[in-house]
Every structure is written in C-alpha cells, then in structure tokens.
C-alpha cells in the first residue's frame, strides 16, 4: 500500500517507520519542505521518500495527518478527497488555542478535521500510545499478549483497513465506535496513555 504521512515529529515518524518495515511504500511531509526530511528518510531506509505536503497527501491510499490540532485548517483538502486519513491528533489548548467547541465538548478534534475534508474519510487511531511504546510494543506483542489500538470512525471500510495496519504492526484493533465517539480515548480519559491490552482496553472502553 502507499501512505502518505503529514506531519514528521514523533509520532508521525514512527508511523513512517512501523509502515516501512511493514513493507509499504511512504511518503512523509512536514511543514519545513522535504529536504529536511532527507536524512531521516535515509536512515529510515526500506520504501520512505520525503515529500511535500500535497505530494504527501496525493501518493497515499491513506494519509495519516499527525499535525498540532491547532493547524489542521491548513491541510490541503483537495489531494485526500475518497481516501482513509488516519488522524492521530490531540486537542491541547495550552499548544492549540482555546477552541470554545472542543472546550465544551460539543464537538471533537476528529469532528473538526472531518469537516474541514469532507469527502475524505475520518478515522481516530494512534493517538493514546506515548511514540516510544508506539515504536517498541508492536514488538513486544505475542498472541497472548497484543496492546490495543482505539479506533473510532464512521465509515466502516475506512476502519477495517486501519484495523489491517495496526494489525501489521503488532497491535490489536478495538473498535471505539464512530468518530464522534474518539472523545473515548482522548487526552482525561482512562484509556489515555494507559497501554492496556486489546482485551484490556475493550473492556474499559465497553462496547461501541
């Protein structure tokens, strides 16, 4: 599969990475333009090509968008029409700004980016797990023992192909429900940087 992935900081390159080694192709973007990007694809090495933003979002099957929540406004919306985007963010007021919605809960960060591409389709993963264990635990998974990986979308072709990635590198799916319901596993909540087990984290989560 190609993937595209916005945004080069610590979650985003170890999505590159765990994608990479999972044998598919990536281009990865950041804000500052593909040549500074050169290095780190070159020690990634594997199928990871710097690209820019609209290239990025253009070669993707997928595009994951692991950008501030605060900047969402600024992705080309264009290049990801009829595509899965994982979106991995987290609203942090003191990084993002205040956002009155997502303050009162009337709506969520996912929500808000699903607006802003509207004919792409949404869904919430990657976005509990600290970057370290998110490089490390995939690893570390056996068949008794896999960590879970929410997901939270509404279009249910979209999350099973997601469910296929996280399954490809070493975690377990649990599906959160639909994209309004990723405020679930979001910054305060008890599955928030938990690592829990998939069995773990459904049962805490309940059912969707």
Do not use: C
Not at 90 to 115: A, F, I, K, M, W
Not at 177 to 189: I, K, M, N
Request: hydrophobic share 35%; proline share 6%; glycine share 12%.
């Amino acid at each position: 599969m190609r993937i595209g992935i916005v945004g080069s900081g610590h979650v985003g390159g170890t999505l590159a990475r765990l994608f990479s080694g999972a044998g598919h192709e990536v281009a990865v973007a950041n804000s500052r333009g593909p040549d500074t990007l050169r290095r780190f694809a070159k020690e990634v090495g594997g199928q990871v090509r710097p690209a820019t933003v609209e290239e990025a979002a253009r070669f993707g099957e997928v595009v994951v968008v692991s950008v501030p929540v605060g900047r969402y406004g600024e992705l080309p919306a264009a290049p990801m029409a009829g595509k899965t985007v994982i979106d991995t963010g987290n609203y942090y007021p003191e990084r993002d700004g205040n956002d009155p919605d997502l303050d009162q809960d009337r709506t969520t960060s996912s929500e808000l980016l699903q607006h802003h591409l509207p004919e792409a389709s949404v869904v919430k993963a990657f976005n509990t797990m600290r970057w370290e264990h998110l490089g490390e635990y995939g690893r570390q998974s056996s068949a008794q023992r896999r960590y879970g990986i929410p997901v939270s979308g509404d279009d249910v072709a979209a999350k099973r192909r997601v469910f296929d990635l996280i399954e490809q590198v070493g975690f377990e799916p649990v599906d959160a429900g639909r994209l309004a319901e990723g405020r679930r596993h979001q910054p305060g909540t008890p599955v928030y940087l938990a690592d829990l087990s998939g069995a773990e984290l459904h049962s805490r989560l309940g059912a969707p």
